[in-house]
């Protein structure tokens, strides 16, 4: 259009252009939906963030430089639209799975309150309980223990006695090696103890932030006493919830593993929210910051808990960071242009 163009025609033009819009829409939530359910009969993951940070890449070569923001708020958008889509699709599918189990859940913050609304939702008996309850999971199947890391072992061995027969009690604390070996020198009498770890959770914390999708298109992490494996009942309980993988694995590799994916994404982004220039930020921000702080606000309290429980793994993963930052200041420091591309290259191909 050339011009200034008349208000009621350029009013027409965006209504003619939002009803395109809106059909695209449609048809791509239809799309993702096929594409989530091949994924998922086929066994691979349904989220794929790789493939989302392609799209981004591509959205932001595509458009003109003063767009770019915008375009990438816009399909950021889409890409949690899309994902809600696959909770809706896939919610109606926890409707047949089998709820012979008991549940008993310890602890309603945020993990807590999830799984309590999850167990319920999918059609689970449960009671939810507070930390300090001596009584309610005496005839659970199944007893989640979501407290913080330093009270699990203790609330374990003062209430085990009283804990059913067969039972299975799974605590989700965000490091497993101290509790495993802790728990294994409780005597068990005919019940059985499975380390837990839901890869899901929000920047906020409270049963009121709780959620009973939480866990959809997430994976939970399981570590079996003395290399057992977990028993498939237990297995199908949290792919009930709307899990989408569960993964097996040691205590050491769990606490290597998310040492770095997972404490150290935490403790960057608190060092970085500490920049004296922070204050000035605000119009000068846009998704790259975002990504960067989301995280930020994280509990002190738990968090510190969490980072001295896994002190030595942490250690070394930070170790590694501070090692590979410093490879990348050498060659700013130096105007050594090279050298930065094929740091930025390799760890562009790192990711994929």
């Known amino acids: 259009m050339s011009g200034t163009p008349d208000l009621s025609d350029a009013r027409r033009e965006i209504d003619r252009i939002d009803g395109e819009l809106v059909k695209l829409l449609v048809r791509r939530l239809d799309a993702v939906a096929g594409i989530a359910a091949a994924k998922r009969a086929s066994g691979k993951a349904v989220n794929d963030p790789k493939r989302e940070s392609e799209i981004l890449s591509r959205i932001g070569a ?62 689970y008996e449960v009671a939810g309980l507070h930390h300090g309850d001596s009584t309610g999971f005496e005839n659970a199947d199944l007893i989640l223990v979501c407290l913080p890391s330093d009270a699990v072992v203790p609330w374990i061995r003062d209430h085990c006695a009283s804990f059913a027969k067969g039972a299975m009690v799974v605590d989700i604390a965000g490091v497993k090696g101290g509790i495993m070996s802790d728990v294994a020198k ?24 709780s959620l ?90 738990i968090w510190s808990e969490l980072f001295l429980s896994n002190r030595s793994a942490l250690l070394d993963s930070l170790d590694g960071f501070i090692a590979r930052l410093g490879e990348f200041r050498n060659a700013l420091a130096r105007s050594d ?10 760890g562009a191909e790192a990711k994929t």
């Open 186 to 209: 409780i005597e068990k009498n005919g019940w059985t103890f499975v380390g837990g770890h839901p890869m899901a959770g929000r920047e906020v914390s409270g049963y009121e932030n």
């Open 62 to 123: 595509e458009v003109p430089p003063e767009y770019e923001s915008a375009a990438r708020l816009i399909f950021s958008t889409l890409f949690a639209v899309s994902k809600q889509r696959q909770r809706d699709i896939f919610g109606a599918a926890l409707e047949s799975a089998p709820k012979d189990i008991k549940v008993a859940v310890v602890g309603l913050g945020l993990i807590g309150g999830s799984f309590e609304k999850a167990a319920k939702k999918a059609g």
């Open 337 to 346: 242009g090279a050298a930065i591309a094929d740091i930025i290259r390799s």
């Open 212 to 301: 009973a999708d939480l866990f959809v298109g997430a994976s939970m992490i399981l570590v079996a006493e003395n290399g057992a494996t977990c028993p498939d009942r237990l297995k199908a309980f949290f792919r009930s919830l709307g899990f989408e993988r569960v993964i097996e694995t040691t205590a050491e590799k769990h606490d290597a593993i998310i040492a770095y994916t997972s404490q150290l994404c935490h403790v960057i982004a608190t060092a970085y929210a500490r920049d004296s220039i922070m204050p000035e930020t605000s119009g000068f921000t846009a998704g790259s910051f975002a990504d960067m702080t989301r995280i930020a606000t994280q509990n002190p309290e």
